[in-house]
């Protein structure tokens, strides 16, 4: 079990469907970010939040918005996804945004797009 | 030269040798390095942290860093099959408020 949480688990929707990926942390973390993985690559870097405001927009295409409502929840809005955007997504905290100390990852939402 | 190269392997260990695993990387500033075990289909786990040349054990795991060499390894005694993973390292880049990983180590333990 993670102290990260992120639903769903999986989630399957078509091209023109919007949903939203959901993640909570309750550690006082101050740093929450988003992450794409694809199969045997690395986690990739979407956006990061730092104290709540977005910090890092990896050039991410605007069909994914991310909100982050209040310190503890970070949401990933999701509209007119491609096929190839179908991946694992993670979400992770920190304790600061310095990278001092460590991520901790969600277990991640296995996004299916048809 | 990618700012942080792991040997992706795949690396095959028999039961019980000791598993070494490597990670360079190119930011000579870095200050925070990590290492991350993830199993297929699940997330990344953090299993070691250092921030200091030298080593840090934490049970089987032992993690070294030079900072002069600009290397980082882990060492993962009496490997178990339980150890088949992806070994990732991460390594943080000064000011950039955010880690960069390298593309994983494939790690096989042979029973």
């Known amino acids: 079990d993670t102290e990260v949480t992120q639903t769903p688990k999986h989630l399957v929707m078509g091209m023109t469907n919007k949903k939203s990926l959901k993640c909570e942390q309750h550690?006082?973390?101050?740093?929450m970010y988003w992450y794409k993985q694809k199969a045997k690559k690395p986690p990739e870097l979407m956006f990061v939040?730092?104290?709540?405001?977005?910090?890092i927009n990896e050039s991410v295409p605007s069909r994914f918005s991310p909100e982050c409502p209040n310190s503890s929840l970070l949401n990933l809005h999701l509209h007119a996804l491609q096929p190839e955007d179908s991946a694992l997504y993670l979400c992770?905290?920190?304790?600061?945004?310095?990278?001092?100390?460590?991520?901790?990852f969600g277990d991640g939402t296995r996004l299916s797009i048809l | 030269q990618k700012e942080v190269e792991q040997n992706s392997g795949p690396l095959s260990v028999p039961e019980g040798a000791i598993a070494s695993l490597n990670c360079t990387y190119s930011?000579?500033?870095?200050?925070?390095f990590f290492w991350y075990r993830q199993y297929s289909g699940k997330s990344p786990e953090l299993i070691m942290s250092?921030?200091?040349?030298g080593d840090k054990e934490d049970g089987r795991f032992t993690a070294q860093l030079n900072k002069a060499s600009q290397y980082v390894s882990l060492l993962i005694r009496d490997s178990q099959p339980s150890d088949s993973a992806t070994y990732l390292c991460?390594?943080?880049?000064?000011?950039?408020?955010?880690?960069?990983f390298g593309q994983g180590t494939r790690l096989t333990i042979n029973p």
């Open positions: 992770a905290s920190s304790q600061d945004p310095g990278q001092t100390q460590p991520q901790h």
């Open positions: 550690m006082g973390h101050r740093a």
């Open positions: 939040y730092s104290y709540e405001k977005l910090s």
């Open positions: 930011d000579r500033v870095s200050q925070s």
């Open positions: 250092i921030y200091s040349n």
């Open positions: 991460a390594v943080n880049i000064q000011g950039a408020q955010k880690l960069v």
